[in-house]
């Protein structure tokens, strides 16, 4: 159900559980190889896909209730004007196991995008204007070959 619009092979998918780990909720979290797809409603469906290569950040939070149940809400900070730079994946289980996934997931995403974290630092243009050898993703070599 949550793949129905996700592009690539599919790593990872799980519907939201309400409180007590039930999953009764019309909302699915799918990951792929190259997007996070939160498909969320019933009779008027919302589609909200974010580019891996997009996210920069991910923070877990839990609530006392969600530790007695085993739960986690995952942040997940990206640079995607769709979710507002702000993603929720809220009441996941195994939440930990959860992030290390999406944390891969987005490092492979970079490497075949040929993305790196400097590109959404600083004015956000995608050019790091302080390195002046033309090595703009760290790597010691010179980019403009």
Not at 14 to 22: P, S
Not at 38 to 60: A, E, P, Y
Request: proline share 1%; aromatic share 10%.
């Amino acid at each position: 159900m949550g793949a129905i619009m996700a592009d690539g092979d599919i790593i990872w998918t799980q519907r939201k559980r309400n409180w007590c780990r039930t999953p009764f909720t019309f909302t699915v979290y799918t990951l792929t190889s190259d997007e996070l797809v939160v498909q969320s409603g019933l009779l008027s469906q919302t589609f909200d896909t974010t580019k891996l290569f997009r996210i920069v950040d991910f923070t877990i939070t839990r609530s006392l209730l969600q530790r007695v149940f085993g739960l986690s809400t995952i942040v997940v900070e990206a640079r995607d004007q769709s979710s507002g730079g702000r993603i929720v994946l809220k009441n996941i289980i195994d939440g930990f196991a959860v992030r290390k996934l999406l944390q891969r997931a987005v490092d492979e995403a970079r490497s075949v995008n040929r993305v790196g974290t400097r590109e959404f630092m600083g004015a956000g243009d995608g050019y790091d204007a302080g390195s002046v050898d033309g090595d703009f993703d760290g790597d010691g070599i010179p980019d403009y070959r």
